[in-house]
């Protein structure tokens, strides 16, 4: 079994501020994905970043940046300098082999002007 | 391009009253698409995943018999909800996986809202 924990359900912060999500996973698989979705209020998934196992490096992506430690089963999401449209519901997910996606509860992130 | 569409983007029915929700790849082919559930404030949860051409696996506790799924073609599935009632109220989400896929890459549409009254 597969399990995917965002234990942040709510974060506020005020624009300009970084912020850091946090995505602890759980998977008996050797090879697997995982990934970070953005939901806005209009309800659609945005996919921002996919990341296989084998692949350990950061990446940044302008004001967002992704920490993938293995050792600690953990796939955080920064934002930096965040601003009022990143206001949304976050979600990392997991895939193994199969088809099976996982998908942990979500983050609420407000930001404030 | 690997855009999926919904239609409709959202539907209110009465209750006991049968919605259909198309789930449309519209520049790839996809032999697997997967039905979300979304509730307020909650995470996707799986409902069902179709194969082209053959019945839907249907996860645990979901009824078979009261989300009907079709996946008659490449590119495209159903999902009927029958006799819904206030409580099939919720956010449906459908994703479609390519046929190449090289990531067990799933893309999503933009979802359907419906509201049962």
């Known amino acids: 079994a597969q399990k995917v924990t965002q234990a942040q359900t709510e974060i506020s912060v005020v624009e300009k501020e970084d912020v850091t999500l946090d995505c602890v996973y759980e998977t008996r698989d050797t090879t697997y994905y995982l990934f970070w979705y953005k939901q806005p209020p209009s309800g659609e998934l945005v996919f921002l970043i996919r990341?296989?196992?084998?692949?350990?490096q950061n990446e940044i992506s302008g004001r967002y940046s992704w920490n993938f430690q293995k050792s600690t089963s953990s796939f955080n999401f920064t934002i930096t300098a965040s601003q009022v449209v990143d206001s949304a519901v976050y979600f990392c997910a997991l895939n193994n082999a199969g088809n099976m996606l996982t998908f942990g509860g979500g983050t609420r992130l407000m930001v404030k002007p | 391009g690997a855009v999926v569409s919904q239609h409709p983007s959202r539907v209110i029915c009465k209750s006991g009253t049968s919605v259909k929700i198309e789930c449309r790849s519209l520049?790839?082919?996809?032999?697997?698409m997967f039905w979300y559930r979304q509730f307020p404030k909650k995470s996707l949860m799986l409902m069902a995943t179709s194969n082209e051409g053959s019945k839907a696996t249907y996860e645990q506790g979901v009824e078979k018999d009261k989300f009907l799924i079709n996946h008659a073609s490449l590119t495209l599935s159903t999902l009927t909800v029958t006799s819904a009632h206030p409580e099939d109220s919720s956010f449906y989400i459908c994703s479609a996986r390519p046929l190449a896929a090289y990531y067990n890459e799933q893309f999503f549409g933009p979802g359907t809202r419906l509201t049962v009254l």
């Open positions: 990341r296989n196992s084998f692949d350990e």
């Open positions: 520049d790839f082919q996809a032999t697997t």
